[in-house]
């Protein structure tokens, strides 16, 4: 199993990032994909979802900035960030659900700082 995360980086205030992740050697079927982040001393908390049926899920404080979207024939995830902000700093991680488990990422530090 293998969940490869990438696009993370430095960006200022009011910028933009996208971060994908594709997931391979899944071996049972893909129930959802997502996006959680962890900040320095903080719990890692959901981020946005979305299922096989493109239903999404957001919190609230991302909510009109991010956009989840998925590939389904590339078992791939991406999130759209937009409008960063300084606390929206931490590492992300994407995750994979499936009828009997889920997989963690390695995670992607995104740091929004001027």
């Known amino acids: 199993v293998q969940l490869q995360a990438s696009g993370g980086g430095l960006v200022q205030p009011g910028g933009s990032l996208t971060l994908s992740c594709a997931a391979s050697g899944i071996p049972f079927n893909i129930n959802a994909m997502g996006w959680y982040r962890q900040a320095p001393g903080k719990q890692r908390d959901l981020v946005a979802t979305i299922t096989n049926g493109g239903y999404t899920n957001y919190a609230d404080s991302v909510k009109g900035r991010f956009t989840i979207s998925r590939d389904n024939a590339k078992n791939t995830v991406y999130l759209q960030m937009n409008s960063l902000k300084s606390e929206d700093t931490a590492v992300y991680y994407c995750?994979?659900?499936?009828?009997?488990?889920?997989?963690w990422g390695q995670g992607t530090q995104v740091t929004v700082s001027s």
């Open positions: 995750r994979v659900i499936t009828t009997l488990t889920g997989y």
